[in-house]
C-alpha cells in the first residue's frame, strides 16, 4: 500500500512569520526532492515564500539559477541539489496539471477554493508528496481553509496535522 501524503496546516496571524517559515521548511527538509511548486491564487501571492527560499539558498550558496519577472507571471528557481521550484497561480487550474511535484506550499490558502486544495491535494497524492497548507483564516473563498485547520487538529481523513503562528509568535 502507498503511503498518504504528508499533509500539515500552517494558520497565522498577519506577519506573523508564514512565509519565511514557508521558505525555510522548503530549503531545510526537502532540498533533495526533485521538484516543488508554491501556489497562490494569483502569481503575487507566492513573492514572499519564493523570495526567502531564494535568499536562503544564496545564504549557502546553493541557488543555481533563478528566473523571475516584475510582472505577475511564474518564476522558477534551480538549486545545486537538482531541486526545481516552480511558482503557479491556482486562478489558472490548467497550470496545476501535467508535473506531479514532490511538495507543494499552498500559501494564502484563504485566497484560494477548496476546489484548488483538492486538486493539490490530488496532485500530491500521485506521488505520496507533502503539501503545506498556509494562510490566515480569511475568508474570501469560503470557510474551507478554517474548517480543513480545525478538523486536522484530530484524526481526520487526510491524516494531516495542524499548527497555530499566532502574530505575536
Avoid at 17 to 42: N, P, Q, Y
Avoid at 62 to 81: E, G, I, N, Y
Avoid at 86 to 102: H, I, K, N, V, Y
Avoid at 106 to 119: D, H, I, L, N, P
Amino acid at each position: 500500500e502507498r503511503p498518504l501524503p504528508t499533509l500539515v496546516v500552517l494558520a497565522g496571524g498577519e506577519q506573523s512569520g508564514k512565509s519565511t517559515s514557508c521558505g525555510a521548511h522548503v530549503f531545510g527538509m526537502h532540498w533533495r526532492d526533485k521538484l516543488v511548486w508554491i501556489v497562490g491564487e494569483r502569481y503575487e501571492d507566492t513573492r514572499k515564500e519564493f523570495e526567502y527560499l531564494v535568499q536562503d539558498g544564496d545564504a549557502v550558496g546553493a541557488t543555481k539559477q533563478v528566473w523571475t519577472s516584475q510582472s505577475p507571471s511564474p518564476s522558477r528557481a534551480l538549486f545545486q541539489t537538482g531541486l526545481r521550484v516552480r511558482t503557479l497561480s491556482s486562478s489558472d487550474a490548467s497550470t496545476l496539471q501535467g508535473e506531479s511535484p514532490d511538495g507543494i506550499l499552498m500559501v494564502e490558502a484563504g485566497r484560494q477554493s477548496y476546489q484548488a486544495f483538492k486538486t493539490l491535494w490530488t496532485r500530491a497524492m500521485h506521488r505520496s508528496a507533502w503539501l503545506l497548507v498556509s494562510g490566515t483564516f480569511e475568508q474570501y473563498k469560503g470557510r474551507w481553509f478554517p474548517d480543513l485547520w480545525k478538523a486536522c487538529q484530530g484524526e481526520n481523513e487526510y491524516h494531516g496535522v495542524s499548527l497555530s503562528l499566532p502574530t505575536y509568535a
